[in-house]
């Protein structure tokens, strides 16, 4: 086998060289896109799009091609070597090709964004396997249809053309396929569910499709693929017609897949200013008459328009969503140059400024895409955008430095110091819930404004959350840090962590603890208990954990009247259950989480 693979490389590597460089000019260019990306990760889904897959075609293709269309296997066939062992050798040929650039392209990829995206095994090791499952599928079919030989454009016609025509009248668009799910674009991010199950699909039918080609090649001793490289004679032309028609012909018998209608709202209060806002709600929320909110909120982004200097602002809509609670407010985009603010508005205990925080994040992650590709400017926004309130709104300042100071308490009970917290804003986000965590970031906001001034803590917030371009050149390839950014104003991240410090004081009394019970046959429930000091407003989630997860978001939540008692579900032996209990203080007017705990069912 070695002997064949060095025969292999000496006929191939012109081609490979031209290949490789090809790969390293558009990695290049991918990297330099992904500054308009969630994440500068995503160059690497890129590149295995728009080089991986072109490559694991054509490489089947052209070796293949070369032996059977020529008719050299034959030979190949004379030596004392089994037809597996040079189909085997082929295929490993081509898969090796693929991975000697892709995975130290891979490599220079984790290595350049080191400083730019937090990096842990599991992140890391995730995007790896679901690369290299949806590389091999893909590889593994363009095999098989490639020792087709003269039917492969036929097949490759077909097989395009029955996935746009799914694709455009099932129900389940394309992208949630299995093998296109694995390569979806949640490859490059964080705390995003792992799919094992369309991974353990897509694996499989790698697995199937590679059988298939040793099918192909060993049937008849080899005769099969012999015939298949013949010439299409005049009837086979015509069945491949007849073919092509009727799978256009079967096409028209599934019904349409209908596009959701534009978003719109039919009743809405609307601002008469720039840029618009929207509140859908004729009631009063949070104490404040709609079309007096519309104005404020529109007043407002203006003015944190010109003090960061951004562009036009997109129409904003405030959506009453019954579902949430008063202090779950979200925000997304509905159709090109449209935002949603999404939030119970006709709760009485709504609060306004948050309401107007998440007003100002949306925009300003709408309008720069410097943010969108750095994660770790997640705290800087924001604090930055409770700083903004907080200037605006009398009283709110006193209120913010009660939540940070309670913030810092929990983050010194789980062992975070200000440094950390502020590098790894998802896991203190986690830690805190969105409520503390802001007020945590503001608290780094204040020490900002307090060492730079008025003046250079504006350009810092432009440098950071609205600048777009540079003149230096090296802004192509990278985007500098957040650490790199406070080093540059005069505050490094350091200096900043230290005089956030906080009196260390005692960790919060209120624990939770979960405890099985088993029922009937192999059926168990759920006791928690709140000990210490009572919780008020406590909220419970749940979670079954399937294998390979470590933590998640809870699918129910649980509004829980007494510190002890059940969660109402059951869950089967041998389940990993994860139980959050979160509560809501008064004083911070803020909800905050007690703990988590996984419980392992016997």
Known sequence: MIALLRKEAREHWRFMLLLYLIGGLMFLLMWIQARSAISPLAAWR??????????????????????????????????????????????????????????????????????QVYLNGGLVGLMALRSLVFLAFVYAGAFAIALTLRFRFALWGLLLLGVVLLSVHLQQPMTQWPPFLVAGEAMALEGVQPPWREIAITAAMAGGLLAAALLMALSARGALVVVLARRLSAGARTLLAFAFGAVFALSTLLEKRVPPQPFRLEQAVSSQAEPAVQVGWTGKVGGVAPDRLAESMSSDLAALQA?????????????????????????????????VVRA??????????????????????????????????????????????????????????????????????????????????????????????????????????????????????????????????????????????????????????????????????????????????????????????????????????????????????????????????????GSRVLVVAEAYD???ACRYRIGAVRAALP
Request: charged share 15%; with cysteine.
């Open 344 to 573: 119970a508005l006709g709760a009485p205990d709504l609060a306004l400024p948050q309401l107007q925080e998440m007003a100002r994040i949306a925009q300003i992650l709408d309008q720069s895409p410097a943010y969108d590709w750095r994660e770790d400017r997640t705290w800087l926004l924001r604090g930055f955008s409770a700083w903004w309130e907080a200037e605006r709104t009398e009283g709110y300042a006193a209120l913010l430095q009660r939540r940070a100071a309670f913030a810092a308490r929990l983050l010194h009970a789980h062992g975070l110091d200000p440094e950390r917290a502020l590098r790894q804003s998802e896991t203190t986000d986690q830690l805190l819930g969105d409520c503390l965590g802001a007020a945590y970031a503001w608290r780094a906001m204040q020490v900002l404004h307090a060492r730079l001034g008025a003046e250079g803590f504006q350009a810092l917030m432009r440098a950071a959350l609205a600048q777009h371009t540079t003149d230096d050149a090296r802004s192509l390839l990278r985007v500098a840090t957040t650490a790199d950014l406070l080093a540059q104003a005069g505050v490094p991240l350091p200096q900043l962590a230290q005089a956030m410090q906080l009196a260390p004081l005692p960790a919060p009394p209120t624990t939770l603890q979960v405890q099985p019970a088993r029922l009937a046959g192999a059926m168990f429930e759920l006791r928690y208990r709140i000990l210490g000091a009572p919780a008020t407003g406590l909220m419970l989630g749940y979670k079954t954990l399937h294998p390979g997860e470590s933590s998640a978001g809870p699918d129910a939540t649980y509004r829980a009247g007494a510190a002890s008692g059940l969660l109402p579900a059951t869950f089967t032996g």
């Open 586 to 588: 008064t004083g911070l």
């Open 307 to 339: 003090w960061l200097g951004l562009g036009r602002l997109a129409p904003l809509s405030l959506v009453p969503d019954a579902w949430r609670e008063a202090d779950d407010i979200g925000f997304g985009r509905a159709g090109r140059g449209q935002l």
């Open 46 to 115: 890129s590149l295995l799009l728009g080089f991986g897959v072109p490559a694991a075609i054509l490489l089947p293709n052209r070796l293949v091609m070369r032996e059977y269309g020529l008719g050299t296997q034959l030979f190949l066939e004379s030596l004392p070597i089994g037809r597996g062992t040079v189909l085997l050798t082929k295929w490993l040929a081509g898969w090796i090709g693929l991975l000697l650039f892709l995975v130290p392209a891979f490599g220079l990829m984790l290595y350049a964004a080191r400083h």
